[in-house]
């Protein structure tokens, strides 16, 4: 098969207070190692940094280390003329096509919705994808601080903070902005259900929207977070959260095989026990990031080819081929043939291999995939291991947590692992021995307009020419006779209003009755309403009649007066 491409990676990243641990060397090695030749990782500018700057930072660390191709996306993390400028020069020069936006990590790393529409049109101009990391960053900041106020400091309150609706809605807007500058949007780890099915639903309604589960949210699940080691729960901790509804791995999946959803990263961000530890007391503080370079090839194959839910033809489209189509580096990655890298992989199905951060090649000291603990209480007895096939193999460690309870702990059994894996012609996995050499990786430039997404957005793009409507010009009154309001106009902040935001009677008294601003037209918004919260009608300040006799109602008359 075709060698894989891991589309989202961190390796030795800066992040939350530390770094993370797999570095460019390791990190290769380990993907080599689980069938993956190539990885594209993120720049990561900070806030007021050069986006250039930050990408040849990228490069010296990624150039001397990298034992497989690479490619790199950049991220926008904050907006002023330069930023446009050097979005322009990494695509024209330096082989960038993808930029990445965050809605999440209020006041770090965060866009606001006009930032992401300014961000997603020059993406539009310069042929590059918009990627986004889709998390309501407010409303997590708010739900944090009360999840502390209440008590809850530890790993669970980064789930409780960042539900699956919080997800969701950021993957709708998301959508909704790209649509507006006819920008195709590539959603980064979908982790939800809920965020998954949107993507789909707005496929089928014709929007060109890309969504990439990864390897953690395909092949475990968010209950974690409630376990009682501390390091445990913490281990899993990533953005966004990986959910506790158990069906979601089996769901995502289902969508990953039926194109709902079309490629697969890692988000591989690995932090130690010391490092995770930052955020003991404050779940907040627990840098994000999960394992997954080394595992995701055979994680997808486990859960997708030998569950039945996909083909291998399919397994090597959401592995590698769309990758390299999105990212417009097809044929020359994700295919087999003359003229194209020879990153190829050859599979073996039949043997079994059990994950363990004991023998994986990654440099963390866990791994989220060997993470199923069973806790009892020693009151309830001496646990028996009940092994459901004779084949496996299972690892299990007892730790003596404390005088209540035994945590034992067992991988993940994957069938299938790359015996041979030649990246760019060279071995480097030879019946199952890893043979890399560091520096041996090249940079693989991405160049824009990628046909497989552009070709079909510039035709649409011809299609949506605005329908101006031509007319004679206006010729009655403007302006005049009509009363201006002396205060500042609710929509477009300078002095007068047009009529309808505030009405304005005889006597003087302004009414502020419409919230909703006035039509286009000026006229009054017929959504808004006159009805007040506190009991006021708009008429209160005009002179009253004590009542009014209505000498023949509709259903009668009454006997007194009624208003
Ligand atoms: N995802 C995550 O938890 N860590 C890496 C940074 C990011 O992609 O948000
Ligand atoms: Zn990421």
């Not at 130690?272 to 595992?295: M, R």
């Not at 409507?469 to 009363?483: K, S």
């Not at 005009?542 to 008359?557: A, D, E, M, Q, T």
Request: glycine share 10%; net charge negative.
């Amino acid at each position: 098969m075709s060698g894989g491409i891991d589309t989202h990676t961190h390796l030795q990243m800066p992040f939350m207070g530390a770094c993370s641990v797999d570095d460019f060397y390791q990190g290769t090695k380990a993907a080599l190692a689980g069938g993956t030749t190539m990885i594209m990782d993120f720049v990561i500018p900070e806030k007021g940094e050069s986006l250039l700057e930050a990408y040849k930072k990228w490069r010296s660390w990624a150039d001397e280390k990298v034992c497989c191709d690479y490619a790199l996306h950049v991220a926008v993390t904050w907006l002023g003329p330069s930023v446009m400028e050097e979005m322009g020069e990494l695509s024209a020069n330096e082989g960038v096509n993808s930029y990445k936006m965050f809605m999440a990590y209020k006041g770090a790393l965060q866009l606001d919705d006009t930032e992401l529409y300014h961000a997603f049109q020059k993406c539009r101009d310069l042929g590059a994808i918009a990627m986004v990391h889709a998390e309501n960053g407010d409303i997590i900041a708010e739900n944090q601080k009360k999840l502390l106020a209440g008590g809850i400091t530890g790993p669970e309150g980064h789930l409780l903070s960042r539900p699956e609706e919080v997800e969701a809605e950021a993957v709708n807007r998301a959508i909704t902005i790209a649509n507006q500058v006819n920008c195709p949007l590539y959603i980064v780890h979908v982790m939800s259900k809920s965020a998954a099915d949107i993507i789909v639903q707005k496929r089928n309604d014709g929007y060109l929207v890309f969504g990439e589960p990864i390897a953690a949210s395909l092949g475990t699940d968010g209950t974690h977070y409630f376990n009682k080691c501390w390091r445990h729960a913490a281990g899993h901790v990533l953005s966004p959260p990986l959910r506790p509804d158990p069906s979601t791995p089996g769901h995502l999946m289902d969508l990953l095989a039926a194109d709902g959803l079309q490629v697969t990263g890692t988000d591989n961000c690995t932090f130690n026990s010391n490092q995770k530890a930052l955020g003991k007391d404050d779940f907040t503080k627990i840098p994000n990031g999960v394992n997954g370079i080394e595992d995701r090839m055979a994680v997808i194959w486990e859960k997708g080819v030998v569950t039945g839910k996909m083909d291998p033809c399919r397994f090597v489209a959401v592995t590698s081929t769309n990758a390299a189509k999105i990212f417009n580096i097809f044929p020359q990655k994700g295919r087999i043939a003359v003229g194209s890298d020879a990153d190829v992989i050859v599979w073996n199905p039949n043997v079994t291999r059990t994950i363990s951060a004991q023998t994986h090649h990654q440099a963390v000291d866990f791994n989220i995939f060997e993470a199923n603990f069973f806790f009892f209480s020693c009151v309830m007895g001496i646990y028996r291991p009940n092994a459901t096939s004779a084949r496996r193999q299972v690892i299990f460690w007892l730790f003596k947590l404390s005088n209540q309870c035994i945590v034992l702990m067992q991988g993940m059994e994957c069938h299938g692992m790359p015996m041979y894996v030649i990246a760019r012609g060279r071995i480097v996995v030879d019946e199952g021995e890893l043979r890399v050499c560091q520096g041996s990786g090249q940079y693989v430039p991405t160049p824009p307009m990628a046909p497989y997404v552009y070709m079909t957005m510039r035709e649409r793009e011809r299609q949506r020419v605005p329908p101006k409507v031509e007319r004679e010009a206006y010729e009655g009154p403007t302006g005049d006779g009509i009363h201006m309001s002396p205060r500042k106009d609710y929509m477009n902040g300078h002095q007068g209003s047009a009529k309808g935001l505030h009405e304005q009677h005889e006597n003087g008294n302004e009414q502020h009755f419409y919230t909703r601003g006035p039509t286009q037209s000026g006229g009054r918004n017929l959504q808004d309403s006159t009805f007040s919260i506190s009991g006021a009608q708009i008429d209160d300040n005009l002179p009253r009649r004590s009542g009014i006799r209505v000498h023949n109602p509709p259903g009668g008359k009454a006997s007194g007066s009624f208003w």
